[in-house]
C-alpha cells in the first residue's frame, strides 16, 4: 500500500526594510546633500538605512537614480585635489622640515597621497592632516 504523506511548508516573507537611493543619477566627487537621497522599501544587507549618514559624504562613482548606495560608493569629502600645491611637513625626534609639494592625486583627511616634492621633484607617500598638509614619515 502506498502512503501519500502532505509536507506542509511555510515559507515567511522576508521583511523589507527602507534603504538609502539615489534620488537622481549623481556624478562622481559630488558632496551628497538630502536632495540627492531618498529611501526604498527593499531588502539588501549591506547598504544604507539612515539619509543622515550620507549627507556630507563625496560620491566615488556615478549613482544612478533607484539604485542602492554601498559603502564603497561614498567617502569623505577630498581636502586635497590632483596637482593642487600643499605643504610637505616631515617630523621626526623634534626635527621638522617644510617644504611645498604638488599633489599626484585626490584625498581626503587621513588617507594616504602621491606628493611630488617641487624642490627635488621626488615623489613622496604622506598623510593628508586636517589642515590640509602631508605628514611624510
Known amino acids: 500500500m502506498l502512503r501519500l504523506a502532505t509536507v506542509l511548508i511555510c515559507i515567511a516573507p522576508s521583511a523589507m526594510a ?3 537611493v539615489a534620488a537622481r543619477t549623481v556624478r562622481p566627487q559630488t ?7 531618498t529611501t526604498a522599501d527593499q531588502d539588501m544587507a ?3 538605512a539612515d539619509i543622515d549618514a550620507l549627507i556630507g559624504q563625496e560620491t566615488r562613482v556615478v549613482l544612478y537614480a533607484g539604485r542602492p548606495i554601498l559603502p564603497e560608493d561614498v567617502g569623505p ?3 586635497i585635489d590632483r596637482n593642487q600645491i600643499v605643504p610637505l611637513v616631515y617630523a621626526s625626534n623634534g626635527l621638522t622640515i617644510r ?3 604638488r599633489a ?4 581626503s583627511v587621513g588617507e594616504a597621497v602621491r606628493v611630488m616634492n617641487m624642490q627635488s621633484r ?3 607617500t604622506g598623510q593628508v592632516q586636517p ?5 611624510v614619515q
Not at 589642515?131 to 605628514?135: F, Y
Open 131 to 135: 589642515d590640509g598638509s602631508v605628514l
Open 18 to 20: 527602507d534603504i538609502v
Open 77 to 79: 569629502a577630498a581636502v
Open 104 to 107: 599626484l592625486g585626490r584625498a
Open 31 to 37: 558632496i551628497l546633500t538630502a536632495a540627492d537621497l
Open 46 to 48: 549591506g547598504t544604507f
Open 99 to 101: 617644504s611645498e609639494g
Open 122 to 124: 621626488n615623489s613622496v
